[in-house]
Every structure is written in C-alpha cells, then in structure tokens.
C-alpha cells in the first residue's frame, strides 16, 4: 500500500509539473520579444483596435483615412473602447477627419448602437467623415430590416444634414476606394455575390423559412500595396446551414468560397466573424494562405474564436487576437492573445511588414504560387 501510495504522489507531482511547464512554456510564447523592427519608412499603417467583442479597424495612407466598422461590446467593461478610435486618429494624423467609413453589415458588435457607441460615439468624439460606404438596403426573401440597419440609416440621415458627414454610398462587387497612388482597395464581396438572386430563383421557399444572416451580406475589402496583400470581410458566412438563433430561424450561407478567387493568397486575413467555426471554411484558407491571421475577438459566450478556425491558420502562420476570448477556448487560443490594439507598418513599396513590432516578409506572385498546397479558388458549393 505505501508503494502505491508513493506512486500516486509522483504521478500527482508530475501531472502538476508538466501542467506548470505547459503554462510556462505557452507564456514564453506570447510574452516573446521579438527583434526590434527594421521598418524605417512606413507609409501604409493599419490599426486593428481591440474593442473587445467588436470590430474596427483603421487603415491610413498617403494621407487618407479610412475606418472600417466601429463596433459595441456587449461586455460592459469593453463597451466605452470605442473613444480610442478618435483618440488613435489624431495622433497619427494631427486631425480627427475621415476620408471614408465602410460599414461592413448591420450587426451592434461593427456598428454600434445610437445611445452613442460606434461611429455615433466616434462622431460625438469630434470625428467627421467625407464619404460613407455600406451594403445598401437590399434584402432577399420575406425578411425585413432590422433595428440595427433602420439605426444606422436614421443615423446616416442626420450626420448628413448637419455636415458632419458628407456623402453616403451603397458599394457593389469591383469598387474602388481611392486611398491614394500605389494603394487598391477593392469590394470583393457585398450582399451575398450574386448568389442569393439565384437562391431566389432556384428555392424562392429557402430565404422565407430561413432568413439569411446578416453576416452573409457583409462587406468584404482587399487592400494591396506592392507585394502587400490584406482581406477584411466583416462577419462573412463560410457554411450553409440552417439554425435556430435566440428563438429565430435564421440561415447562414457559403460566400466565403465564392469570395475565394477575388481575394487569392495574402499577408494578412482579418479573420472573418471573430474566429467563428461558421466562418474561414477550409478551402477559403487555402487560396488565403495568409502569414498573419488578425481575430478582433473579446470576451463572449459565442465559442469565440474556434479552435476549428484557429487551427488552420496557426499551422500557415502566425495569429494574434486583439483582446480576449471566450473562457471555453482561452486557454487553446492563450498564447495568441495580444490584450490590446494591434499595429501594422508596411515598408515602402510593401515588400516587408510588421505586426506589434514584428517584422515579416511580404510574398511575391511567384513565392504564392510556388506553395506546395497552392489553390486559386473554390469549387461551387450548394446553397
């Protein structure tokens, strides 16, 4: 019996241990310093901030400003991060104007509410923007406008009227944001590329039984500089399936792969839907193939971001998450955690990049195609 008593110790000892050097060894990871960065001339910034369980981000060049989102958490020790974005803008451009804000889709955590969070915040922080961008008012199906939208266009209609902004556009497939010479800002995806009009004619019954999400309608923007190559796409849907969500029917739909081919292999992927397991389906990430991985993710109940999402990208790169996770998956994701605003400096001619002082390089064309698992696009995926 002292034996087995004596072997049931060590066994507890050792447990313990490896339990303290796992933790150990995962905090080396994330609280590793890396070389200082050797960027000197970074024309191209980009801002991911951390909100908590919101979006943001702000993207600054020759000049120009855009943000995209400007998200509420539903965290209340997070929901108040939002004064940051101002804030971050006048200290890096001397001026709290926007050339533009692109609205990825109608959703609180990207927009924020009235009661003066998101750009109702920012604005009432003294930010004023020439041109707004979204998705327009199109809805397919027997759905009807949310709270959120009607929101956001009240609110658009007042900033209008007293100047505080000066234009508003709906964006289609192919546009372009001119962020100045050298930069393209591309729309690769808006209101469901053109699938749900053929959703409509082949099962006119599926979008009344499920409503599509709004996160399948949302904005998706390619950024390239040089070799440079960014995707930001909002809450895209990376599945087609049907669900019941807070006493609702609601259906989330494939967009990501017919995205895919408009997008092709980039540095950066701000991961769609905060690392959600509906979203970065495994073709996606294949044509994306990206060195760095951004999730805006907080703490939440969603499951946030999945280990399914999470995964694939460690094993292509690297990831860091803005300000936290759910607690179900915080210790998968833990060393990924930056617990904070992330940084991007593009060098010159966006051959090198860094992210919170990091440096890497940019992929040329060749390199891309080179890869070993290289793909172009997706195949067709029923809806």
Known sequence: MRTARVV???????????TRSRRANRGTVRDEKPKPSQITQAPLKIVFFDLGQADAMLVLFDGKTLLMDAGESRESSDTD?????????EQLTGSKHLDYFVLSHYHRDHVGD??????????????TIDTIFDRGEIIYGDDSKGGTQKDFERGVTGWLSTGKAKAHRPVNVGDSVDLGEGLKVVVVAVNGNGNFEQLVKDKPEELSAFPASENDYSVALKL???DFELFAGGDLTGETSHRNFKGSREGYHDVESSTAARVGDVEIYRVNHHGSAHSSNPCFVKVLHP??????????NYGHPSARAYDPLMDMGKVFITGGADDKVKDHVYRSIVGGDITVN??????????????????????EAALPDHMDSCPPRPW
């Not at 049931?8 to 490896?18: G, K, Y």
């Not at 060195?291 to 939440?300: D, H, K, P, R, T």
């Not at 060098?347 to 440096?359: A, I, M, Q, Y």
């Open 81 to 89: 991060k939002f004064h940051s974005i101002a804030k971050t803008l």
């Open 224 to 226: 390239t500089y040089g």
């Open 114 to 127: 009235p009661s003066g969070t998101g750009p109702w915040g920012v604005i009432n922080d003294g930010v």
């Open 291 to 300: 060195e760095v991985s951004i999730i805006s993710s907080g703490a939440n």
């Open 346 to 367: 593009v060098e010159t001619g966006g051959k090198r990049f860094s992210v919170n002082g990091r440096d890497f390089n940019s992929k040329t064309e060749e390199q």
């Open 8 to 18: 049931i110790v060590l066994l507890l000892a050792l447990t313990t241990a490896c």
